[in-house]
């Protein structure tokens, strides 16, 4: 019985509630009384357009109540630290906050993203442990400091729906960005594609290695050309740097998706989790072009979220 959705680890069955997505997305209403008096809440550390909008959707399809908080803008300054003495602007502390908001959720989701300059604080995923620790109530990550698996349950059911031969080549290839940005989609991506049977391969420029733990058993390719000979899926993604963690040390216009590049697949889909820097991550030509599959991508974001909602609310 799943009791949280914030990681591979935390799915019993993944090949269940794979299925269960693309169950809902042919029927998104068939459970649309489970929900009922039951409430979700949404808590923004940072922003979201595809995450809030997919995940509110997905909840009013299963009949759920919704409510969501910026908690930057709209909440008390949060304190983190244990022990602190709060005499000082911050007038909350997150285990209080947690523990209220707890009370008047079923299921909470909470989105916080990486610092990119305490990587411990970071790869402990210090914030999503505090959820899971005081809210009482089942914890669904709308992308963490080191992981967006909400994002990767939907890339994995889009691939589904798409791959043309049983055991696809998939590819996850690093791109540059004028921002740092956090690896959390990477890390997941990785994570999830390892468990399947598909040839996973990633691509960056040596020196942007994800961490051991999402990609030590990965082939890693630093010849982009080379990674995408054969490819059946181009999956996009800038990540800053982890060893010299959270710097920008690579932007390397060479590593732009261009049709080009394409040319070297096997006809591939292009991916990406969106938000896109157009024309610096991929171009136009590439992201608007027939093989781009970023809006079917999008759409399984809600029964992705959907699937995970309902198996949190019938555990
Ligand atoms: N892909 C994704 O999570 O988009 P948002 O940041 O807009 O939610």
Same mark, same amino acid.
């Given at each position: 019985?799943?009791?949280?959705?914030?990681?591979?680890?935390?799915?019993?069955?993944?090949?269940?509630?794979?299925?269960?997505?693309?169950?809902?997305?042919?029927?998104?209403?068939?459970?649309?009384?489970?929900?009922?008096?039951?409430?979700?809440?949404?808590?923004?550390?940072?922003?979201?357009?595809?995450?809030?909008?997919?995940?509110?959707?997905?909840?009013?399809?299963?009949?759920?109540?919704?409510?969501?908080?910026?908690?930057?803008?709209?909440?008390?300054?949060?304190?983190?630290? #244990?022990?602190?003495?709060? +005499?000082? #602007?911050?007038?909350?502390?997150?285990?209080?906050?947690?523990?209220?908001?707890?009370?008047?959720?079923?299921?909470?989701?909470?989105?916080?993203?990486?610092?990119?300059?305490?990587?411990?604080?970071?790869?402990?995923?210090?914030?999503?442990?505090?959820?899971?620790?005081?809210?009482?109530?089942?914890?669904?990550?709308?992308?963490?400091?080191?992981?967006?698996?909400?994002?990767?349950?939907?890339?994995?059911?889009?691939?589904?729906?798409?791959?043309?031969?049983?055991?696809?080549?998939?590819?996850?290839?690093?791109?540059?960005?004028?921002?740092?940005?956090?690896?959390?989609?990477? +890390?997941?991506?990785?994570?999830?594609?390892?468990?399947?049977?598909?040839?996973?391969?990633?691509?960056?420029?040596?020196?942007?290695?994800?961490?051991?733990?999402?990609?030590?058993?990965?082939?890693?390719?630093?010849?982009?050309?080379?990674?995408?000979?054969?490819?059946?899926?181009?999956?996009?993604?800038?990540?800053?740097?982890?060893?010299?963690?959270?710097?920008?040390?690579?932007?390397?216009?060479?590593?732009?998706?261009?049709?080009?590049?394409?040319?070297?697949?096997?006809?591939?889909?292009?991916?990406?989790?969106?938000?896109?820097?157009?024309?610096?991550?991929?171009?136009?030509?590439?992201? #608007?072009?027939?093989?781009?599959?970023?809006?079917?991508?999008?759409?399984?974001?809600?029964?992705?979220?959907?699937?995970?909602?309902?198996?949190?609310?019938?555990?």
């Amino acid at each position: 019985m799943m009791q949280h959705f914030t990681c591979w680890a935390d799915v019993p069955q993944p090949l269940e509630l794979l299925a269960s997505a693309k169950a809902l997305k042919q029927n998104p209403w068939a459970d649309e009384g489970l929900g009922k008096h039951r409430t979700l809440g949404l808590i923004f550390f940072n922003p979201s357009l595809r995450t809030r909008l997919s995940t509110q959707k997905a909840a009013y399809n299963l009949g759920m109540q919704v409510i969501a908080m910026d908690i930057n803008e709209q909440g008390w300054k949060i304190e983190t630290q #244990d022990g602190a003495i709060m +005499n000082g #602007d911050k007038a909350e502390h997150i285990k209080d906050a947690v523990g209220v908001m707890g009370q008047y959720c079923d299921i909470i989701g909470v989105r916080t993203f990486a610092t990119l300059s305490d990587q411990e604080q970071d790869y402990q995923d210090f914030t999503l442990e505090q959820f899971k620790k005081y809210a009482g109530v089942p914890i669904v990550s709308l992308e963490s400091a080191i992981r967006h698996p909400l994002q990767s349950l939907a890339d994995w059911l889009t691939i589904e729906e798409h791959k043309t031969r049983p055991r696809p080549k998939v590819v996850l290839t690093w791109a540059p960005h004028p921002k740092a940005l956090p690896q959390a989609v990477a +890390n997941s991506f990785a994570e999830w594609m390892q468990n399947t049977d598909y040839e996973f391969v990633i691509t960056h420029p040596e020196g942007y290695e994800l961490a051991e733990e999402f990609s030590q058993n990965v082939q890693i390719e630093y010849d982009q050309n080379k990674a995408f000979e054969n490819a059946d899926f181009i999956y996009a993604k800038n990540w800053s740097n982890y060893k010299n963690y959270g710097k920008v040390l690579n932007q390397d216009m060479n590593w732009t998706v261009s049709a080009q590049k394409m040319q070297l697949t096997n006809q591939a889909k292009f991916m990406h989790c969106l938000p896109v820097r157009r024309n610096v991550v991929v171009m136009d030509e590439v992201i #608007d072009g027939s093989h781009s599959i970023i809006l079917p991508q999008a759409q399984n974001r809600v029964f992705s979220a959907q699937a995970v909602l309902k198996a949190l609310l019938q555990r």
